[in-house]
T-cell receptor, first 114, second 111 residues
Framework: QKEVEQDPGPLSVPEGAIVSLNCTYSNSAFQYFMWYRQYSRKGPELLMY????GNKEDGRFTAQVDKSSKYISLFIRDSQPSDSATYLC??????????????FGKGTLLTVNP | DVKVTQSSRYLVKRTGEKVFLECVQD?????MFWYRQDPGLGLRLIYFSYDVKMKEKGDIPEGYSVSREKKERFSLILESASTNQTSMYLCATVPLETEAFFGQGTRLTVV
């Protein structure tokens, strides 16, 4: 079983839709949970992070972490064509290694159609 | 803003060549990482470094080496390039557990 599983999609939605992106993980030592956005031919950029379980909201974006289920989600409300990108989940804090070593999901390609 | 600069956006090399990919950061961060990104496989860690002259193997170090002679510069070396090393290479600094700053990537093609 891979440490982090993420459905690669692709996911195509109409403008204004609510988008739900998810990852599951197996390493219970992960403590930091991040979402990165990567536009075509660019490096990933941090969108949001959450420490341990709980929710975090930033504008149209909400990140949720359920450590008991080893499941994290990113919700995008009122999706826009400019949200079209690959979204990668990432985690860190695994025991026996460094907190700075991030483990990434494979990424989900999202297209928001006008 | 943190700036991570990779020396080339696109690179074409021949099989068997020694290839150097350079990465420079401007924020005095200690932690630097090299990843490769392939369709269907995601980001995979090749090597990382916590300080000058210090390096650790990631998940897929075979066929690669690294050099960190100065804090701001972290180089990835392909000792003898092969076609299966054709990929997007991404350098990152990780100053905090919660954020990695990536360069723009180098798309390497080995022919």
């Amino acid at each position: 079983q891979k440490e982090v599983e993420q459905d690669p999609g692709p996911l195509s939605v109409p403008e204004g839709a609510i988008v739900s992106l998810n990852c599951t993980y197996s390493n219970s030592a992960f403590q930091y949970f991040m979402w990165y956005r990567q536009y075509s031919r660019k490096g990933p950029e941090l969108l949001m992070y959450t420490y341990s379980s709980g929710n975090k909201e930033d504008g149209r974006f909400t990140a949720q972490v359920d450590k008991s289920s080893k499941y994290i989600s990113l919700f995008i409300r009122d999706s826009q064509p400019s949200d079209s990108a690959t979204y990668l989940c990432a985690m860190s804090g695994n025991s026996g290694g460094s907190n700075y070593k991030l483990t990434f999901g494979k990424g989900t390609l999202l297209t928001v159609n006008p | 803003d943190v700036k991570v600069t990779q020396s080339s956006r696109y690179l074409v090399k021949r099989t068997g060549e020694k290839v150097f990919l350079e990465c420079v950061q401007d924020m005095d961060h200690e932690n630097m990482f090299w990843y490769r990104q392939d369709p269907g496989l995601g980001l995979r860690l090749i090597y990382f470094s916590y300080d000058v002259k210090m390096k650790e193997k990631g998940d897929i170090p075979e066929g690669y080496s690294v050099s960190r002679e100065k804090k701001e510069r972290f180089s990835l070396i392909l000792e003898s390039a092969s076609t299966n090393q054709t990929s997007m290479y991404l350098c990152a600094t990780v100053p905090l557990e919660t954020e990695a700053f990536f360069g723009q990537g180098t798309r390497l093609t080995v022919v």
